[in-house]
């Protein structure tokens, strides 16, 4: 593949070998899909893995290749591939069907069960993915404050629908992205994710503002983390302007805590956006929040009110066999310390990482929340310590300003080894790695580090 030519690197020469499979579905994807692939995180070259199976934190490319896994399902898999108890949800609602196109026992289950594990839901309306679920909170949010706009922070991400394109990876001066609309851009008011006076100014200064939309670990699950003060400043200025503040935790609902993101720092947002654990592995998404505000999707309550009801449809909404394992994953981290042993095996991999760092004098650090691990590569070489690193005091540009090429190296390096990193590059840890998993990370890493040394790559 013409991709594989990145340059005379061991590394590169050693994953073509060891992944002869891949390549091969690599080739034949890419007359078939853009790029080759289903989702922007899998682009990698010269080409990603291909996946035949998983059980636990491990999963097996076809080639036969064991991989300790950390993208974690795109962190959907807090409980690891394949629980037990989850498996057999899912099989026993699939034996009964898969879409009645009517309302069924299960939906009013994992209703009740988001409601009794999350402090901030009175309601609950389900959707089919994460993008969904923010998409419907902002439709909320402007419905029931009569305001047109919404501010989001700066690198955040929630969803790919028209509203959530700029200020993530580009287009920080708010722009339109290609295919977005100005119109639609033009009611996003963009601030800085490290200077709570730049929000405080724009909610005191524009009335038409509806709802504040937050990643309350910061920006890539803490990748540019968020303090709790922070955060409590932010419901503070919310509550004070009449404006509807949102946690989007897509991905820290059920991760930092069984109640999220919100129970482990004591907030209560108005709205919630959940997903990925939220159905325990399979698409499922949903808007949480006040009753009051979801009574604009309420037949009877905003006839009531002599509001005009927000039209949801949605063919998988609540679909049987999400919910069994939504309801299944739910119970299990409701029941047990599966977020606390999480938490615990990032924290003990993020320690192990920057001793290794610190072994071989590389300027980067191992940081992270709750149960993510990311590298701040220092491309700007900053004098860092890792021992008393600090993201807070780094500017999120920096803290997401990562060289491809090296990132993608340091991925390749982590496979060779047996350990599939994610893309930030990072870990999402689950309640499925052991203790050897751990160690043989810590390894892995050890020769990652090795190998990008011997290439002149650090």
């Not at 999350?118 to 404050?145: H, I, K, Q, Y």
């Amino acid at each position: 593949m013409p991709d594989q030519i990145m340059s005379n690197s061991k590394i590169i020469g050693s994953y073509i070998e060891k992944t002869p499979g891949s390549e091969k579905l690599a080739s034949e994807a890419q007359s078939l899909l853009p790029s080759g692939i289903a989702h922007d995180s899998r682009y990698l070259k010269p080409y990603a893995l291909y996946i035949d199976k998983a059980f636990g934190p491990h999963k097996w490319d076809v080639d036969g290749n064991r991989y300790i896994d950390y993208f974690g399902g795109h962190g959907a898999l807090l409980l690891g591939h394949c629980h037990p108890d989850v498996t057999k949800a899912v099989q026993n609602a699939l034996s009964l069907g898969t879409q009645f196109g009517a309302n069924h026992p299960r939906e009013v289950e994992w209703a009740d069960q988001v409601i009794k594990m999350v402090p901030s839901a009175e309601r609950v309306r389900f959707t089919s993915s994460g993008t969904e679920a923010t998409l419907m909170a902002l439709r909320l949010a402007r419905s029931f404050t009569g305001k047109n706009k919404f501010i989001r922070f700066k690198t955040h991400f929630h969803g790919w629908h028209d509203h959530m394109t700029a200020g993530y990876t580009s287009h920080f001066d708010g722009g339109a992205t290609a295919g977005v609309i100005d119109g639609v851009a033009d009611n996003v008011v963009l601030v800085s994710p490290q200077d709570i006076s730049e929000i405080k100014t724009v909610l005191k200064s524009d009335s038409d503002i509806a709802a504040v939309i937050v990643e309350p670990t910061g920006s890539s699950f803490g990748m540019v983390p968020m303090t709790q003060e922070f955060l409590q400043s932010v419901r503070k200025f919310t509550e004070e302007q009449g404006v509807i503040f949102v946690f989007d935790e897509v991905v820290t609902g059920f991760r930092c805590s069984p109640g999220g993101a919100q129970q482990a720092f004591d907030i209560k947002p108005d709205l919630t956006t959940l997903a990925k654990i939220l159905a325990g592995g399979l698409p499922g998404g949903a808007v949480a929040g006040r009753k009051d505000i979801l009574d604009d999707l309420d037949f009877e309550r905003a006839a009531a009110q002599g509001r005009e009801k927000i039209g949801h449809p949605g063919t998988f909404n609540a679909n049987p066999v999400s919910a069994a394992a939504g309801i299944a994953a739910l119970k299990i981290i409701e029941q047990t310390d599966a977020c606390e042993k999480a938490n615990s095996s990032a924290a003990i991999l993020r320690e192990n990482f920057n001793i290794i760092l610190e072994k071989y004098n590389v300027p980067w650090a191992a940081y992270g929340t709750f149960s993510g691990v990311h590298l701040y590569m220092n491309k700007n070489g900053q004098t860092i310590k890792q021992s008393t690193f600090n993201p807070n005091e780094i500017g999120y540009a920096d803290l997401k300003n990562k060289d491809k090429e090296l990132v993608t190296k340091l991925r390749l390096a982590m496979a060779i080894n047996g350990v599939d990193f994610n893309n930030s590059p990072g870990a999402q840890l689950s309640a499925s790695h052991t203790q050897e998993d751990l160690e043989f990370t810590t390894e892995a890493f050890n020769e990652a580090i090795k190998m990008l040394k011997n290439d002149g790559e650090i």
